[in-house]
């Protein structure tokens, strides 16, 4: 089942126009993490976001996290052609037989489709 | 190598076919990942190896699909008697601890079956 979902399910902007992606989950975390796939390839991940943290920045990437709502949204700033991917938010949630710890078994959302135009 | 490497990069299957996807994760990584991905869809989590021990299968749909990982490096993800519904995506992916973290992907095999 799919736990995280991400909204919009597709985003078309213009390069240089920010992009940002919310994604919601249904139970506790240990951490939240965001993956780009560019099509017919392997997924790259771009940041992780621990629970006891509320945000994060990496180049032009930032990400939020609210626990209390469980969402997060990504933030891209300045976008740019190279960016046209598809991005999936996945939780890793604490396992109940581990004391709370995880190995890190992930759940992704179904992804939001981002096409930036030069 | 340099990365996560998964062979082949597609595969074509008659149904009722036995398929075999080879993973090779980044040398010394000690946590390996397999995911299915449906056309469409975010990945599926589908077994977990901590170094050759299997600890979490839960994710297989069926008891056609077994995974190996005997040495603790490269793994082997097994479908048989393949099925319409296993066309996906298999992809694979590994971490270097044992907790959890950034998870490098290979680029995945396309399955299709007839």
């Known amino acids: 089942s799919q736990q995280g979902e991400e909204d919009p399910q597709a985003l078309s902007i213009q390069e240089g126009e920010n992009a940002t992606m919310n994604c919601s989950y249904k139970?506790?975390?240990?951490?939240l993490q965001w993956y780009r796939q560019n099509s017919g390839r392997g997924l790259v991940h771009l940041i992780l976001i621990r629970s006891n943290e509320r945000e994060k920045h990496s180049g032009r990437l930032r990400v939020t996290l609210d626990t209390s709502k469980k969402s997060s949204s990504l933030l891209i700033t300045a976008s740019r052609a190279a960016d046209t991917a598809s991005y999936f938010c996945a939780t890793d949630a604490p396992r109940t037989d581990a004391g709370g710890t995880s190995y890190g078994k992930l759940t992704f959302g179904q992804g939001t489709i981002l096409t930036v135009h030069p | 190598g340099a990365g996560v490497s998964q062979s082949p990069r597609y595969k074509v299957a008659k149904r009722g076919q036995d398929v075999a996807l080879r993973c090779d994760p980044i040398?010394?990584?000690?946590?390996l990942f397999w995911y299915q991905q449906a056309l469409g869809q975010g990945p599926e989590f589908l077994t977990y190896?901590?170094?050759?021990?299997?600890?979490?299968k839960s994710g297989l749909p069926s008891d056609r699909f077994f995974a190996e990982r005997p040495e603790g490096s490269v793994s082997t993800l097994k479908i048989q008697r393949t099925q319409q519904e296993d066309s996906a995506v298999y992809l694979c992916?590994?971490?270097?601890?044992?907790?959890?973290?950034?998870?490098?992907f290979g680029p995945g095999t396309r399955l299709t079956v007839l």
């Open positions: 190896f901590q170094n050759e021990a299997q600890l979490d």
């Open positions: 139970t506790s975390i240990n951490n």
């Open positions: 992916a590994s971490s270097p601890g044992v907790v959890s973290d950034e998870q490098f």
């Open positions: 040398s010394g990584h000690v946590s």
